[in-house]
């Protein structure tokens, strides 16, 4: 064998072990980026969840015919008691971890407008159709929209996001 020839065949060995390295490494890299993007998609889904959610637990306690004292208490045990174990407090804390900050600070007016609905339900009566309700109302669901928004840009791909 020539000297020229085992030149040729480690060279060729460098290449191949490289190229196998470096495919390796692209390829571990998209499957940690699928992996974080499906948690930060099921803990989006879940937060955004868990908002309506406890809107709608609200609102029932809250436009229900019952004392005073039995809607404060009703109106605080929706918010604070979700049956499916992922009250928007937990979620907002779980989001704080997973999401890049712009997503959380996002975040932050919709669960913050929520509890502004929280107290005005349980401070007193009211119908569902008051103008004291819609102005709460309408900036939480705003919100929403917003922090919808900004959790789908976030999930999309790098190449196809618009800033």
Same mark, same amino acid.
């Given at each position: 064998?020539?000297?020229?020839? /085992?030149?040729?065949?480690?060279?060729?060995?460098?290449? @191949?072990? @490289?190229?196998?390295?470096? &495919?390796? /490494?692209?390829?571990?890299?998209?499957?940690? #980026?699928?992996?974080?993007? %499906? &948690?930060?998609?099921?803990?989006?889904?879940?937060?955004?969840?868990? /908002? !309506? $959610?406890?809107?709608?637990?609200?609102?029932?306690?809250?436009?229900?015919? $019952?004392?005073?004292?039995?809607?404060?208490?009703?109106?605080?045990?929706?918010?604070?008691?979700?049956?499916?174990?992922?009250?928007?407090?937990?979620?907002?804390?779980?989001?704080?971890?997973?999401?890049?900050?712009?997503?959380?600070? !996002?975040?932050?007016? !919709?669960?913050? $407008?929520?509890?502004?609905?929280?107290? /005005?339900?349980?401070?007193?009566?009211?119908?569902?159709?008051? !103008?004291?309700?819609? %102005?709460?109302?309408?900036?939480?669901?705003?919100?929403?929209?917003?922090? $919808?928004?900004?959790?789908? #840009?976030?999930?999309?791909?790098?190449?196809?996001?618009?800033?």
């Amino acid at each position: 064998m020539e000297l020229g020839t /085992l030149a040729v065949a480690a060279i060729g060995a460098v290449f @191949g072990v @490289g190229t196998t390295l470096v &495919t390796d /490494l692209v390829r571990s890299r998209r499957e940690q #980026d699928r992996y974080w993007n %499906e &948690t930060k998609r099921v803990v989006y889904t879940r937060f955004l969840a868990s /908002l !309506a $959610q406890t809107h709608s637990r609200m609102i029932v306690a809250a436009f229900r015919e $019952q004392p005073d004292d039995v809607r404060r208490h009703g109106v605080h045990d929706a918010f604070h008691n979700d049956p499916q174990h992922s009250d928007a407090k937990a979620l907002l804390r779980e989001l704080a971890i997973v999401s890049p900050d712009h997503v959380y600070q !996002a975040a932050l007016p !919709a669960y913050r $407008q929520l509890r502004m609905i929280r107290e /005005l339900l349980a401070a007193r009566s009211l119908r569902p159709e008051s !103008a004291e309700y819609e %102005e709460v109302r309408q900036p939480f669901f705003q919100g929403m929209d917003t922090l $919808q928004k900004v959790m789908r #840009d976030d999930l999309q791909p790098k190449t196809s996001r618009r800033f």
